[in-house]
């Protein structure tokens, strides 16, 4: 069965600080990892990540994929307070129609 | 600029009542999706459709019934429902598979069965 998992499940920082989100995988003919970013509705879409190493940036937020170790992270820097959120890692394998998702980490960004 | 529409917005159902949520796309999607997602629990496929007429059951399907008559409508119906379908809804679409490419997801319906 295909898992995905996300570590801390909660966090709470203060406005400028760096966080670390992590996400774990085993996903069978892995193919993509994405992040997306919730606050109160829809998720929103950050990063498709398929290559190892081949760091993706936006503003301040960026992602990588080790397809070795089987995770991903993503960092924020300088955080503020409107990256409070819960931000979900899923997994799609090769062929696939579907994505696994993780339980996702609730990031509260204190002023 | 729609994207994904769902409605409605909240319902609350009494136990064995029945009841479909709507969900409409305006970019031309092929493939939509239907999510389930429960408190603390992230996201779980309940049905999904490759294209018009075209549907299957992803990994919590019982209890639903789907139909994708065509592209931009896939409603989502709940029969005889259950204190355990009290969740928030999210439908969604894409371009491609999922290994192609990301999803757009509607604002979601709260529905709650008592």
């Known amino acids: 069965e295909d898992k995905v998992v996300q570590s801390p499940l909660s966090l709470v920082v203060h406005e400028g600080d760096t966080v670390t989100l992590n996400c774990s995988y085993e996903?069978?003919?892995?193919?993509?990892l994405l992040w997306y970013k919730q606050e109160k509705k829809a998720p929103t879409f950050l990063f498709m990540l398929?290559?190892?190493?081949i760091e993706k940036k936006s503003g301040r937020l960026s992602s990588i994929l080790d397809k070795k170790e089987l995770f991903s992270i993503l960092n924020i820097t300088a955080t503020q307070t409107g990256d409070s959120a819960i931000y979900l890692c899923?997994?799609?394998?090769?062929?696939?129609?579907?994505?696994?998702f993780g339980k996702g980490t609730k990031l509260s960004v204190i002023p | 600029n729609a994207g994904v529409t769902q409605t409605p917005k909240f319902r609350i159902l009494k136990i064995g009542q029945s009841m479909t949520l709507q969900c409409t796309q305006d970019?031309?999607?092929?493939?939509m999706y239907w999510y389930r997602q429960d408190p603390g629990m992230g996201l779980k496929l309940i049905y999904y459709?490759?294209?018009?007429?075209?549907?299957d059951k992803g990994e919590v399907p019982n209890g639903y019934n789907v139909s994708r008559s065509t592209t931009e409508d896939f409603p989502l119906r709940l029969e005889l429902a259950a204190p355990s379908q009290t969740s928030v809804y999210f439908c969604?679409?894409?371009?491609?598979?999922?290994?192609?490419?990301?999803?757009?997801f509607g604002e979601g319906s709260r529905l709650t069965v008592l």
């Open positions: 969604a679409s894409s371009r491609g598979g999922m290994d192609t490419g990301e999803l757009f």
């Open positions: 996903v069978t003919n892995f193919r993509s």
């Open positions: 398929t290559s190892s190493g």
């Open positions: 899923a997994a799609s394998g090769a062929g696939s129609y579907q994505l696994t």
């Open positions: 970019m031309n999607h092929n493939y």
């Open positions: 459709s490759v294209g018009a007429g075209i549907t």
